[in-house]
């Protein structure tokens, strides 16, 4: 079994869920023995650059000294192709990014979905006509190579899934992570509403990484649902050691970490973190992210006159995230809409016990964790009292949480994808 | 020939109502009245009364021959008063019947007989007057909540002057030993014991509409040829079961209420078998030996134990903190402090915090109020956090 596989991005670029599960799903896969052509775009930073290039295991950035990993890239071909197309890009962000560039759009002829094709290595003005350059070249790739499957990641890759279905007529996968509607709640970008219900309507097979995620592909995209399977994501949990890091106050901590975007619920944090401070002087509330919504939250949280007890730390990554959960009583995660979410099982790892919302795939395969509706600020709060003060409830999290965290793994995804890569050849 | 002994437990908790970590300190009332209501009215409509009619028309047709009995905690009392006093009225015509052996339990269907003496004695005391008030007779055969048995428990009841007790014919207790003899207490041989059958009993209690089970449907028929197949030196069939069981667990389209119509009247016929009240029984029969149970047993779960409401985290400390409390509240002599403090132990609120069927689903959730053990839990300590406040209130 040989799988063309389009992704977003992949260790050690990465820059949120999306690489870490493609990174743990080709693993898994190719411990089962699918080999893979995994295709990913990035920006060069060289104008001049090939338009793509191939790379094998000594030049990609991760350690490749056990024999799993060996293994793993003899699996595993990997290329790169130029673009701007980065993670978690929207039209108007691309717009933002790239509007100083010069731009030479006359020789941007190429459309996705005609069957002409033709080539340069300019980028596209705008962030859809980049999503088309990136199609045109999936097709010149999968001209290029043999496989009996392809599958794509995610809406900017459903257009080149696409059009190496069409060169090649292999059955086509595309695996959905996130929709429209979990980014933008009901104001959707309709541009990208269209290449999503596209790729679904082209795709032979469709993954949704929760059944709240399948339901929306079914309801909001009108897609036949015998077509549609969830498939929940793993876990990678390595050995986790404390970090050497106490906390410099006295008080209990309660953590929301995440993006802070409308998808996240942090408003709804905000509002319980009030109730909660207003009953309970020993607290305090840490809201660690950015977002387009982060200068509301500090508006908010002075306006309610409780910024002595509610702090803003900004982005974290690596090592800060590991020190965030190590002072952390609390994990609260209130999307209004997560497909699956990741974050709340690294807390569980770092043995915090966690707060999620209804709202997320997450919550169909989790018991150790306290499941509430994102909206419910009362019980929310309620919620957050109850972990702080009632230890029985501590205790038992972390006696169990972890180890249910560790039964989500990888090795089960593959080989449910790989069944659905069988059903098709 | 042999004995059929039915007892029927009868039971229901007052629920909490959702009490948030702010009400703690501002709202005393913990109680959902509600919902407390409406499943007394739904289950007495499905249930009780139908139930109640069915066995007392049995009753009149077989002229006294058969026989039931029932055990109601205090808190199902209190409850039929408020809400469903037409059902306590038709269990006071059953006892009017001379046919039907009303049990003592404790008050509030409690584990208190796993933690206070004391206390186990004064609930039993409350639940046995309730009897007396409503029904007009006053128990002689003994219930625990849930079952639960162990030789210490059956001794305390010995000493409250019980002279027999109702137990799980638990397989790790048993061994060898079939439960369908009469057995009597390890350590005062004068308390007798009887131990329920659980097949017989689980194939209509649990068993009987599920269409997957090999033996779907069960028929009264069908059922005596099961009770025929027992040893003939065996004396004793207990079929202990929730009262629940009729027009509610098995609804009355599964035809569970035909099947009650017809089997007794089919077991009299057939010349084999009686019906007895457990005292009776205790009057009648010898005993078989002793039973050793150092250990609690109940009739709940595969494990017969008592991790339905006691062993994990959440459990453990609710139970403590509620118990710990015992001294202080009885030392206020305030009796609505000390009649709130006894409807928490209700052992429902207990179960409501078991983790064991994260893994098996759907039974436990059944009448459940929360959507997991630990919004329980929180729920539950947030009340325990009121009353700990009012308590100390009252102590200053």
């Known amino acids: 079994m040989k799988v063309l596989m389009f992704g977003w991005e992949f260790p050690p670029h990465i820059t949120g869920g999306l690489g870490t599960a493609c990174y743990g799903l080709t693993r898994a896969l190719s411990s089962l ?28 950035e991760i350690a490749t000294d056990t024999e799993e990993q060996k293994l793993f890239w003899e699996k595993m071909q990997y290329i790169e192709v130029n673009s701007r197309i980065i993670p978690y890009l929207d039209p108007e962000l691309y717009s933002r990014l ?18 002409k094709f033709s080539f340069s290595g300019e980028y596209g003005p705008n962030l859809m006509e980049e999503v088309s350059r990136y199609a045109v070249i999936a097709s010149a790739i999968a001209l290029q190579n043999n496989f009996e ?18 060169v090649s007529g292999k059955p086509l996968v595309i695996h959905v992570h996130a929709t429209e509607f979990d980014r933008s709640g ?11 219900r596209k790729g679904m309507l082209a795709a032979d097979r469709i993954i949704t990484v929760s059944n709240l995620t399948r339901k929306i592909v079914i309801e909001k995209y009108g897609i036949s649902e015998d077509k549609v399977f969830t498939v929940y994501n793993g876990v990678q949990t390595g050995n986790f050691s404390e970090p050497d890091f106490t906390r410099g106050v006295s008080e209990k901590i309660v953590t929301f970490l995440g993006r802070i975007t409308y998808q996240k619920g942090p408003d709804y944090f905000v509002e319980a973190a009030n109730l909660v401070i207003n009953k309970d002087p020993n607290v305090r509330f840490v809201m660690a992210g950015s977002g387009d919504m982060l200068t509301r939250m500090i508006k908010r949280v002075a306006k ?15 090592a800060d995230v590991h020190r965030m959960f190590a002072i952390s009583d609390v994990y609260v995660m209130p999307s209004v809409s997560e497909p699956f979410g990741i974050s709340p099982l690294e807390a569980m790892t770092a043995n915090v016990p966690v707060i999620i919302s209804k709202q997320s795939g997450v919550s169909e395969i ?25 230890e029985g409830l501590t205790t038992m999290f972390k006696k169990y949480g972890r180890s249910e965290v560790e039964q989500l793994k990888w090795d089960h995804a593959a080989f449910r994808v790989k069944e659905i890569y069988e059903s098709l050849v | 020939m042999k004995t059929i002994c039915f007892y029927f437990q009868v039971h229901q908790p007052f629920r909490l109502k959702r009490y948030r970590f702010f009400d703690i300190g501002h709202d005393h009332y913990y109680f959902d009245d509600y919902s407390n209501r409406t499943i007394m009215r739904k289950v007495a409509e499905k249930c009780y009364l139908p139930a109640n009619q069915l066995f007392l028309d049995l009753i009149h047709k077989m002229n006294g021959a058969f026989k039931i009995s029932y055990s109601i905690s205090g808190v199902a009392i209190e409850q039929f008063e408020k809400y469903a006093p037409d ?44 009897v007396e008030k409503h029904l007009g007779m006053t128990p002689v055969s003994f219930r625990n909540t849930e079952l639960i048995y162990s030789d210490a428990i059956g001794e305390m009841v010995a000493n409250m002057g019980y002279k027999v007790m109702l137990t799980e014919g638990a397989k790790h207790v048993l061994g060898w030993k079939s439960p369908n003899f009469m057995y009597c207490n390890a350590i005062n041989p004068r308390l007798k014991v009887l131990l329920k059958n659980f ?51 098995q609804w009355a389209e599964t035809g569970i209420f035909d099947f009650m119509k017809a089997f007794p009247e089919m077991a009299l016929h057939s010349g084999n078998y009686k019906f007895m009240t457990p005292s009776e029984i205790a009057d009648t029969l010898t005993p078989m030996s002793a039973i050793h149970v150092p250990y609690p047993i109940s009739w709940a779960d595969e494990e017969r134990d008592l991790t339905a409401w006691l062993g994990n985290e959440l459990q453990d400390e609710a139970f403590k903190k509620l118990y710990d409390l015992e001294e202080k509240v009885k030392a206020t002599g305030n009796e609505q402090i000390i009649k709130e403090w006894r409807m928490l132990q209700t052992s429902d609120h207990f179960y409501y915090l078991c983790t064991k069927w994260f893994s098996d689903g759907d039974v436990h959730k059944y009448f459940n109020p929360y959507d997991s053990p630990y919004s329980a839990f929180i729920n539950y300590m947030n009340v325990i956090s009121d009353f700990i406040i009012r308590l100390n209130k009252l102590q200053k």
Not at chain 2, 242 to 249: A, K, Q
């Open chain 2, 199 to 249: 097949r017989l009993s689980d194939d209509i209690a649990f068993r009987f509409s599920n269409k997957a089970w090999e033996e779907w449907p069960l028929t009264a028929d069908k059922y005596i040829d099961w009770l025929n197949s027992s040893d003939d030196k065996e004396e004793v069939i207990n079929l202990f079961m929730d009262y629940e069981t009729f027009g509610e667990h």
């Open chain 1, 33 to 60: 023995g699918v080999e893979m052509i995994f295709v990913v775009p990035r920006l060069f930073g060289d104008e001049n650059a090939p338009f793509m290039r191939l790379r094998n295991a000594s030049d990609i």
């Open chain 1, 186 to 196: 009901e104001n959707i970008n309709q541009n990208v509403y269209d290449i999503e």
């Open chain 2, 87 to 130: 059902v306590m009225d038709s269990f006071k015509r059953l006892a009017d019947t001379g046919c039907v052996e009303f049990i003592a339990e404790t008050y509030a269907h409690s584990l208190a007989a796993l933690k206070s003496e004391e206390e186990f004695a004064a609930q039993v005391k409350i639940q046995t007057g309730l």
């Open chain 1, 366 to 390: 989790l018991n150790h964790a306290i499941k509430i509706d994102f909206w419910d600020i009362d019980e929310m709060a309620d919620s957050i009292y109850g972990l702080l003060h009632y």
């Open chain 1, 98 to 115: 790239f509007e100083n560039t010069l731009l030479n759009t006359e020789d941007i002829k190429y459309r996705i979905f005609s069957k």
């Open chain 1, 149 to 166: 499957v392809i599958h794509s990641h995610d809406w900017l890759t459903y257009p080149a899934g696409i059009a190496a279905k069409e």
């Open chain 1, 304 to 318: 309610l006159g409780i910024a002595d007890k509610f702090h803003f730390t900004g982005f974290l990554k690596g």
